[in-house]
Structure formats: C-alpha cells, structure tokens
C-alpha cells in the first residue's frame, strides 16, 4: 500500500511563465536573497493594512475609495513576492538553512495583518454599543487563516508532506479580499459602508474552517495508511 503524502510545494501556474522567470532573474542579478524577498512580503501587507485601516477613517466615499485601491494592489503583490521567494529558493538554488522559516512566518504575519486589518475597515457595519462584530470578524477570519497554515505543517512534521488541499488556501482567501474590496468601491450606490469586505470575510472565515477539517482528515488518513503499512 502506497502512503498518501502531500506536496512540499504549492502547485502555482504562473510560476512556469516567462514573465515570473525574468522577474526571478531580475532579483537573481539584483543579488536579492530569499529570504529577503518573504520579508518584503510583509512590507506590502503592512501597507494594505494601514490602508485598510485608513479606509475606516477618511470622511469622504473618494477618499475611502482610493484607500481601498491602495490595498487591492498590495494583496497581489504580496502574493507575487510569496512565489517569488520560492522560485529563487528553488529555481535559482539559493535556498538557506532559515529558508523554511522565513518561507512560512512572513506569511503568517501578512495574513493576520491583512485581514485583522480588514476588519477594522468594516467599522460600524455590525456594531453593538459594547463590540464591533466585523472587528471580531477580521481577527476570527486571521485567525482561521494561521490555522490552515499551522495544520499543513503539522502534516509535514508528521512526515506526510504538505497537504494545500481546500477551497481557502492562501492564493484563495487572498483574492476573496480582493474582490471584496473592489466590490466596495460601488459602495455608496447602495448605502453599505463596509458590507461586502464584511461579506468576504465570513466567507474566508468559513472557508478556512472547511479546509482545516479537510485537510485534518487527510492527514489523518496518511498517518492511519502509514501505520498499516508498518505492520
């Protein structure tokens, strides 16, 4: 019986274009390392937050707007230093003893911060005179996200690899926001200051949960196939 095993690498499509290599041979020349590029992950999550965040506080639709437009062009560039980190790792053979660390806490740091913060842009939409729901719903959607993360890598400490499977991995829940916040730009067509960012963070929150069973129950099973195995 074979085990199942996951992957030690998530499969991203845009990796194999010629634009993401000249990219990767770019910062290959430029003498830009791994690890830094996963740190500079973070820079451009730490600015969608703030902008996030900004969009709260600005008295006008057109200013909220353009905060808005700041974090929707972050959360991809975010994504795009997370594949590019790998690539020079891999492609370029410049993976480090610390490459595994920086690969993963950075982007636990720019989860929590991206939609943590979008929370704090729903201010007001389910609010209580005591507690602002959508402020807890940014915290509860970060931390759902870390979670997925946190089981995928018990997987791989477990020996089974890495399991990427369910319907809000990273690249998932990251675009959930993006439509979000530009579904939030027709905003005051409707009077729903804050309701669509609300919306796509219950369903990151509940997509993350989905995945975390899945992929619970996948690991589980390849420990369980493993044992047999053994015996």
């Known amino acids: 019986m074979n085990t199942p095993q996951g992957t030690d690498r998530r499969a991203i499509p845009q990796r194999s274009t010629s634009w993401a290599a000249k990219l990767a041979d770019v910062m290959y020349a430029a003498k830009l390392t791994p690890n830094k590029v996963s740190v500079g992950s973070v820079f451009f999550a730490a600015l969608g937050g703030v902008a996030f965040i900004a969009s709260a506080v600005v008295a006008t639709d057109g200013a909220r707007a353009a905060w808005l437009v700041v974090a929707v062009l972050c959360i991809p560039l975010r994504l795009l230093l997370n594949m590019l980190d790998g690539m020079l790792a891999v492609e370029?053979?410049?993976?480090?003893?610390?490459?595994?660390?920086?690969?993963?806490?950075?982007?636990?740091?720019?989860?929590?911060?991206?939609?943590?913060?979008?929370?704090?842009?729903?201010?007001?939409?389910?609010?209580?005179?005591?507690?602002?729901?959508?402020?807890?719903?940014?915290?509860?959607?970060?931390?759902?996200?870390?979670?997925?993360?946190?089981?995928?890598?018990?997987?791989?400490?477990?020996?089974?690899?890495?399991?990427?499977?369910?319907?809000?991995?990273?690249?998932?829940?990251?675009?959930?926001?993006?439509?979000?916040?530009?579904?939030?730009?027709?905003?005051?067509?409707?009077?729903?200051?804050?309701?669509?960012?609300?919306?796509?963070?219950?369903?990151?929150?509940?997509?993350?949960?989905v995945t975390v069973i899945m992929r619970l129950n996948r690991i589980t099973a390849a420990l369980h196939a493993r044992e047999a195995d053994t015996q």
Do not use: C, Q
Not at 138 to 167: E, H, I, Q
């Open 92 to 209: 370029k053979g410049m993976h480090t003893p610390t490459g595994d660390l920086f690969n993963e806490v950075p982007d636990r740091v720019a989860d929590l911060i991206l939609l943590a913060a979008a929370g704090y842009a729903t201010l007001g939409v389910w609010a209580t005179d005591s507690l602002d729901w959508g402020v807890v719903l940014g915290w509860a959607a970060a931390s759902a996200a870390v979670m997925t993360a946190y089981v995928r890598t018990l997987g791989a400490a477990n020996g089974m690899g890495n399991f990427f499977d369910g319907p809000m991995a990273k690249p998932a829940r990251m675009w959930v926001l993006v439509v979000a916040s530009l579904a939030s730009l027709f905003e005051p067509l409707f009077d729903a200051h804050g309701l669509f960012l609300a919306t796509g963070l219950v369903i990151i929150l509940v997509g993350s949960i």
